[in-house]
């Protein structure tokens, strides 16, 4: 009998059916249907995010943890389950290590006040790369102004990418954290952070890992990726503004003080002694951002939904299109070409203004970004001051993007 294999049918993504369901998409600007390019910036949010947002406050806005009635019930659960559901989209091993924040900016900041302010010393070195976020250095900075501690830097390539030799050398007893991003929002290089870690750790020092723009695009496992610390933002990953989640290792948010008094993150409160609540509100002060966390669940849903393979998949296809696409231009040059690389393009186009071809692109319906993306050091380091980016997310299209080629090649004729 001749046996037949299962035929496994790779299932691609029906991009039409996911344009529908983000009716920002169906505006015009300038008199021309809107093409969005600024998704390292803030993603489009689906129906279901936006839906989720207007039910809580038409059904059951109350304050959570607190109450007893109805309202107050549901809305902890509803808030509650949004932890868990983040909880499993990085693999954390408990619920407990899922701090909300206002964003990866609060998540890093925390760190820096908490744990940093605990450990680190005169003369203790912290190691961040020249690819950072402006939010990954200046805590750091702040730090180590009021400890008299020292900033290390990786060096970054030519084509963006970390020099991983380089990090090596600068490991040292005296290193006490390395705090690096997993992908530049700048360039799209995507770091080697698993190598990274394993170093760090060798040499004794904790991790935290930026995850605000890798968690839309990338498989995240925090415990297979074994850092310390871990940010991200639901904004960057179709869920709305206001929300983050920092993950910690269970013992170190243990021993940490708290970031921010308030309620909430209190056991007991006397005028002699206050005691702490357990995790996560130990670090969780105040009336928390309900609707948006609320929210976020079904940006989660969303992202799980299509499958992250799927979604890698489509928007490689898209960066390798868009890269041989934008190199046809004469006197464009891309910046970062890392063999790594999230959906992100930045490029620079010879004699012309990156800001001035921002305004002409948003004229012909094309939202780019242009200059330092937060990132002045690493254009320092290319000796230049900025960039125009064009980010791809799972809406967008190759038509999109022979939208933005045709474009800025009328823009280069006219203004020749
Ligand atoms: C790599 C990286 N890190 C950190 C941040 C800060 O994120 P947020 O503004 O959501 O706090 C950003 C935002 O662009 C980013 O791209």
Known sequence: MVMIEPVTIQKGLDIDAIRRQFPILNREVEGKTLVYFDNAATSQKPQSVIDALVNYYTH??????????????????AMERSRDAAREFINAEARE???????????INLVASTWGRQNVKAGDEIIVSNIEHHSNIVPWQILIEEKG??????????????????????????T???????????????????EIIDAAHEAGAVVLIDGAQSTVHLNIDVQAMDCDFFAFSSHKMYGPTGVGVLYGKRELLESMPPFQGGGEMIKEVTFEKTTYNDLPYKYEAGTPNIADIIAFKAAIDFVNELGKKNIKQYEDDLLQYGTNQLKQIPGLRIVGEAKEKVSVISFIVEGKSA???????????????????????????????????ASFGVYNTKGEIDRLVSSLKGILRRNA
Request: proline share 5%; charged share 20%.
């Open 97 to 107: 290590q899922i701090i909300f924040t206002r964003g990866t900016t609060e998540g």
């Open 355 to 389: 800001y001035d071809m921002g305004l002409l692109l948003d004229g012909a319906g094309i939202a780019v970004r242009t200059g330092h993306h937060c990132c002045q050091p690493l254009m320092n380091r290319f000796g230049i001051p900025g960039t125009i980016r």
């Open 176 to 194: 006490k954290l390395v705090a690096v991003n997993h992908a530049s929002n700048a360039l799209g290089t995507i770091n080697p952070v698993n």
């Open 60 to 77: 059951y806005n109350a304050n959570v943890h607190r109450g007893n009635h109805t309202l107050a019930d549901e809305a902890t659960r």
């Open 149 to 174: 501690a020292v900033l290390k830097v990786i060096p970054v390539n030519e084509k963006g990418e970390l020099i991983i030799e380089e990090y090596k050398k600068l490991l040292s007893p005296k």
